[in-house]
């Protein structure tokens, strides 16, 4: 029978994801077979899974972390904020509903049921199975209904570790005052702590470590270090993408508001010879810039509209006036044709809105999702490339004849007449090393880079790092068997 604990947070991004690809991966080295799980993910960075559904991005990391196909079971619900106040749900897997944040607590007890029947599946085929909460349990005000932390820890029979993040400073507080505020009940379902990224010697906090566990009689598992490689592993959350400085090319990426599967971001984040530039809202495309990338969408024709508010549009017209490079992904490529048709209202009330006008393409949003993983080949090179397609429409038109990839048979993707201008819907892309180089190369840029080996090893770097300064056997023997 399978063991599990839980990892909650005593705030969010205190480092939970990481943790459990972590622990996932140091697990996995010690022969044990590890499931990662998470009932319920915000976020427009999904992964496609084996059995043709999306889960969180970071999910799929943890997947490969503990050496497992990403699978649906492993994020049963999953939102995708598609404005401020509503988003999409998907329910293992698949859509389930676009509820309003008001609705969607409403609905939550509906889905513990789905949430527990992928996660007793889960058990079925681990030995460990490592859960990773949302946000922090010490939001009490929506503790009814909950399935992301002491509620399903509650329903699931699960013990549970509460973490703390040092480097935002407070951390006593943040765990002790956790404890504090917790119904009874619920603080009884901890069964230790452990405080992350800390900075510089960490004997510094011996004296914390002790008033924390005298406060809350908990046990500690220890005092984490900052993880200097963390940004070489996929980014989790929109918040984690980051400008990287490497060398002379540079790769300017309008950071859209509503930004999704931005993992195309990631290798190229980690080619040494590239500079990757995110331009914030309000900043203008930088004018040395050598390839614009424009990245995926949740709200196309929303995105679009924040590109030409923010001046966007002109800067991308000089760019290319210049002779710089362009490609769009998904939503980018959308934005780039001649129109964006919305006859149904998908992304809101029924439209048709010009686009950037810079392929002779237009797209149509049509109800069906597309998900897909995809082998393709590069058309120039004929080098294989692995991805996957994750979008609403399908776009057509004069451009589209210059196709630059092919999946199986079927063309993908369209260019300009002079090639500086290129789109396709295959997220991922940039992960395939020769494809990528190849990609590069045509500009002018050179890549050496093996990139599934940098994040394999960055992962076994990050196992070893929590083996030094977690006490895993003390987790591991806190971990008990669920309710059935």
């Not at 909650?8 to 480092?15: F, M, P």
């Not at 309008?254 to 930004?259: E, S």
């Not at 290319?320 to 149904?344: A, K, S």
């Not at 201008?421 to 997220?427: D, F, K, S």
């Amino acid at each position: 029978m399978a063991r599990a604990i839980m990892i909650q947070g005593a705030g969010s991004n205190v480092g939970k994801s990481m943790l459990v690809a972590g622990l996932a991966r140091a697990y996995r080295l010690r022969g044990l077979s590890v499931a990662p799980f998470k009932p319920q993910n915000m976020s427009n960075n999904a992964a496609v899974t084996c059995d043709g559904g999306e889960i969180g991005r970071a999910q799929a990391l943890q997947a490969l972390a503990a050496g497992r196909a990403p699978h649906t079971d492993m994020n049963p619900v999953l939102l995708k904020p598609e404005s401020d106040i509503g988003a999409q749900v998907i329910v293992q897997g698949k859509r389930f509903a676009t509820l309003r944040a008001r609705d969607y607590a409403k609905a939550k007890p509906q889905l513990l049921a789905p949430a527990l029947e992928s996660f007793h599946r889960l058990c079925a085929g681990a030995d460990l199975v490592i859960i990773e909460g949302a946000g922090s349990p010490a939001e009490i005000n929506l503790r009814a209904g909950d399935i992301a932390n002491m509620g399903f820890a509650e329903a699931a029979g699960v013990p549970v570790i509460l973490v703390g993040d040092i480097d935002r400073g407070g951390v006593i507080a943040q765990l002790v005052g956790t404890q504090a505020v917790l119904p009874p009940a619920d603080a009884a379902h901890i069964k230790a702590f452990a405080v992350n990224k800390f900075r510089g010697d960490v004997s510094l906090f011996d004296e914390g470590v002790t008033e924390i566990s005298a406060r809350t009689g908990w046990p500690s598992l220890g005092v984490i270090p900052w993880f200097d490689q963390a940004w070489r592993l996929p980014a989790e959350d929109v918040m984690d993408i980051a400008s990287t400085k490497g060398g002379a090319f540079k790769v300017a990426v309008p950071r859209l508001g509503r930004i999704a599967n931005f993992d195309d971001l990631d290798p190229l984040s980690s080619e040494p010879g590239l500079s990757v530039e995110i331009i914030q809202p309000g900043q203008p495309l930088p004018g040395d810039a050598d390839l614009v990338l424009i990245p995926g969408s949740k709200s196309t024709i929303a995105d679009l509209a924040d590109f030409r508010s923010n001046g966007w549009d002109i800067d991308l017209a000089a760019h290319i006036r210049r002779g710089g490079h362009v490609l769009g992904i998904c939503g980018g490529y959308q934005m780039l044709g001649q129109q964006i048709n919305d006859p149904e209202g998908i992304e809101g009330p029924a439209c048709s809105v010009p686009g950037l006008g810079h392929l002779d393409v237009v797209t149509t949003m049509h109800p069906e999702k597309r998900l897909a993983l995809s082998s393709a080949t590069y058309l120039a090179t004929s080098d294989a490339v692995e991805g996957y397609e994750i979008h609403l429409g399908s776009t057509t038109g004069p451009d589209c004849d210059r196709a630059w990839l092919a999946i199986g048979e079927r063309p993908e993707g369209a260019a300009s007449a002079d090639g500086r201008v290129r789109g396709a819907y295959l997220h991922g892309l940039f992960a395939s090393d020769a494809f990528r180089a190849a990609f590069l190369g045509g500009l002018g840029a050179a890549s050496g880079l093996n990139y599934g080996q940098n994040v394999e090893e960055t992962l076994d770097a990050l196992a070893a790092h929590l083996e030094r300064h977690m006490d895993l056997d003390l987790l591991l023997s806190l971990s008990a068997e669920p309710k059935g």
